[in-house]
């Protein structure tokens, strides 16, 4: 289940900031006083290692209600359509977590600049597609990368945004290169693994 959450988040994010929403349809009503955008700042802060505890304080509830309210919450983007405007505010207030009773506060979850060159982004995102194939959990990928997936979202976006500018020029060919190059390095290791 946060397996295939986490496929849905970064999912959301990268269409979000590779085309842009395209429907304008509503949020999902608030489920135990928690809105859909503070779900999404909580799933932010989360996803940064920010202890449940934390989030809980802030939104003034207890586990049971938050998982109730977390479930609710999943089952709608489930539901929902990938272009509409719940998915495209999801991946904005992800990418912004100070909305609603977070707003304001000193924990926003702060990003270091990891994936400063293309490669090091095109190294991950490598790893992340062709672990996929083999049944590996995106999460940990990350982790053996030194990320978040919180980081990952962040430090990505200028390269997500990149590429899809460069589309059919020169530098996207290099781009998509270096981006195989990786691919075939990972899918060499995995193969390995998988026999031993």
Same mark, same amino acid.
């Given at each position: 289940?946060?397996? !295939?959450?986490?496929? &849905?988040?970064? +999912? ?25 955008? $503070?779900?999404?700042? +909580?799933? +932010? !802060?989360?996803?940064? %290692?920010?202890?449940?505890? #934390?989030?809980? /304080? ?5 586990? =049971? ?6 479930? =609710?919450?999943? #089952?709608?983007?489930? =539901? ?11 991946? $904005? @207030?992800?990418?912004?977590?100070? @909305? ?9 979850? %702060?990003?270091?600049? /990891? ?8 190294? *991950?995102?490598? #790893? ?8 590996? #959990?995106?999460?940990? @990928?990350?982790?053996? &990368? ?7 979202? %962040?430090?990505?976006?200028?390269? *997500?945004? !990149? ?28 193969? !390995?693994? +998988?026999?031993?």
């Amino acid at each position: 289940m946060l397996l !295939r959450s986490i496929c &849905h988040v970064l +999912a959301a994010i990268f269409l979000v900031i590779a085309f842009g929403a395209q429907a304008q349809d509503g949020l999902p009503p608030p489920v135990n006083g928690i809105t859909f955008e $503070e779900w999404a700042a +909580a799933n +932010a !802060r989360l996803s940064n %290692q920010q202890p449940l505890a #934390d989030v809980l /304080k802030v939104l003034n509830v207890d586990e =049971a209600k938050w998982n109730q309210s977390n479930q =609710a919450f999943l #089952d709608a983007l489930k =539901a929902g359509n990938p272009a509409s405007h719940m998915f495209a505010r999801y991946a $904005e @207030v992800f990418a912004d977590p100070a @909305v609603g009773r977070f707003k304001g506060r000193s924990d926003t979850p %702060q990003i270091v600049g /990891k994936l400063a060159t293309f490669a090091d982004y095109a190294d *991950v995102q490598a #790893d992340l597609t062709v672990s996929s194939e083999f049944g590996k #959990d995106p999460q940990a @990928v990350l982790k053996a &990368h030194n990320l978040t997936v919180y980081e990952f979202s %962040q430090e990505a976006k200028p390269w *997500v945004q !990149r590429m899809a500018s460069a589309t059919g020029t020169d530098e996207m060919e290099q781009m998509n290169q270096i981006r195989e190059e990786f691919e075939a390095e990972y899918r060499e290791r995995y193969k !390995r693994e +998988a026999k031993n």
